[in-house]
């Protein structure tokens, strides 16, 4: 198949960068009693806004590795090379993730293993080695094979005690490999006590949605007219969105679990959400409105955990008592004084979020106006 020689994709970095400022958004209310629904991941069936937001970062992990590795491979790296690539960052990103996990009291009795960098580290992993050794049109077959068997394992095998086909948050497969292969080192804030929203068995669909980014990096590679390009990702992505709720006739869409069908609405709106950026970036060259995207895309990996750093130090490492003798985190100090003394709970909560994501902001704008890409 003819491609392009590789070319750097702004609109690609513009949708990370989005991607990230979303997380950290929602990742940091000022308070969790006071947060808006859309900024509110579904408890269980059914999604929001923000349930869309991993599942794009994945995503674009797939559409960045189309573009990274082919760009390797012309500048004559061989497999081996990127082997060791591929190896080096899952090591380094599944580090992270634990390291964020258990900052700033490391108590490895308790930590969580599973997270969102683990995550991101497998699906790389798995899906890198994928691309390197298989031709586009079986990674077609490995793609929707994937989502396939993960529905036939859920809806078939039996869990002890409960029965086969169970999608409740106690009973379901993935709640029982979690609660006993991480037994203790699960997410406290999980539906149910044991399962882990990043665990075990969910990251095997969470592998299609980084290979629907390589399919989808592929043929924007491809040698054909760019309104085409955009116009079959609207297409593709209406279908996936279309092709999603009807697999949740059965297989209900639900992010905890990684469902097929979750898989499909979520690379269907990515389609959509990356075409729009393409023909606005790189097709019609309004570019200016996403260069603070561009900022925090250039150094993703690295905001994502400096944000997770700070915020765990304003809670954990700082304290401020008052005149009354209470003390509290600093983040309560910062946000009671700041915010909630002149805004309603929900609006000063999300104000908080939006100046701390700012702040951020302006740390990485120092590093990209210094050229410093922290890449792992």
Same mark, same amino acid.
């Given at each position: 198949?003819?491609?392009?020689?590789?070319?750097?994709?702004?609109?690609?970095?513009?949708?990370?960068?989005?991607?990230?400022?979303?997380?950290?958004?929602?990742?940091?209310?000022?308070?969790?009693?006071?947060?808006?629904?859309?900024?509110?991941?579904a408890h269980w069936n059914g999604w929001t806004p923000t349930d869309l937001i991993f599942p794009?970062?994945?995503?674009?992990?797939?559409?960045?590795?189309?573009?990274?590795?082919?760009?390797?491979l012309t500048l004559g790296q061989t497999k081996k090379d990127l082997y060791l690539k591929i190896v080096r960052r899952t090591l380094i990103l599944f580090g992270l993730g634990l390291f964020l996990n258990g900052f700033p009291f490391f108590n490895l009795s308790?930590?969580?293993i599973p997270g969102v960098l683990q995550r991101i580290a497998i699906t790389y992993f798995f899906a890198s080695i994928i691309y390197l050794n298989f031709?586009?049109?079986?990674?077609?077959?490995?793609?929707? !094979?994937? %989502?396939?068997? &993960?529905?036939?394992?859920?809806?078939?095998?039996?869990?002890?005690?409960? =029965? @086969?086909?169970?999608?409740?948050?106690? !009973?379901? %497969?993935?709640? &029982?490999?979690d609660s006993h292969i991480f037994r203790g080192?699960?997410?406290? =804030? @999980?539906?149910?006590?044991?399962?882990?929203?990043?665990?075990?068995?969910?990251?095997?669909?969470?592998?299609?949605?980084?290979?629907?980014?390589?399919?989808?990096?592929?043929?924007?590679?491809?040698?054909?007219?760019?309104?085409?390009k955009v116009s079959?990702?609207?297409?593709?992505?209406?279908?996936?969105?279309?092709?999603g709720y009807i697999v949740s006739i059965w297989f209900p869409i639900n992010k905890n679990l990684w469902t097929s069908?979750?898989?499909?609405?979520?690379?269907?709106?990515a389609l959509i959400f990356l075409a729009t950026c393409y023909w606005l970036i790189d097709i019609k060259g309004y570019k200016k409105w996403s260069v603070p995207f561009l900022i925090y895309g250039s150094n993703a990996i690295t905001v994502y955990t400096l944000s997770g750093i700070i915020a765990r130090m304003l809670i954990f490492l700082f304290k401020v008592k008052l005149s009354d003798g209470e003390v509290i985190t600093l983040k309560a100090y910062l946000f009671r004084t700041l915010f909630a003394s002149w805004l309603p709970p929900h609006q000063a909560s999300l104000a908080y979020a939006i100046v701390y994501d700012l702040i951020l902001?302006?740390?990485?704008?120092?590093?990209?106006?210094?050229?410093i890409f922290i890449k792992v």
């Open positions: 198949m003819m491609v392009e020689k590789s070319k750097r994709l702004v609109s690609l970095d513009a949708f990370r960068g989005i991607t990230i400022a979303a997380m950290i958004l929602v990742n940091n209310p000022g308070t969790w009693n006071a947060v808006y629904k859309p900024l509110q991941h794009f970062f994945l995503f674009i992990v797939g559409v960045a590795i189309v573009f990274a590795f082919s760009k390797r308790t930590i969580r031709d586009i049109k079986v990674i077609y077959y490995i793609t929707f !094979g994937i %989502l396939a068997v &993960y529905w036939i394992i859920m809806k078939t095998i039996p869990v002890p005690g409960y =029965g @086969a086909g169970v999608l409740e948050p106690v !009973g379901n %497969l993935c709640w &029982y490999i080192h699960t997410w406290a =804030g @999980a539906p149910a006590p044991g399962f882990d929203p990043e665990g075990l068995l969910s990251t095997l669909p969470a592998i299609s949605s980084v290979l629907f980014g390589i399919l989808t990096g592929n043929y924007i590679k491809r040698k054909i007219n760019e309104y085409e079959s990702l609207f297409v593709w992505g209406f279908f996936a969105v279309i092709g069908s979750y898989v499909l609405l979520t690379t269907g709106m902001l302006g740390f990485m704008t120092i590093l990209y106006k210094k050229k």
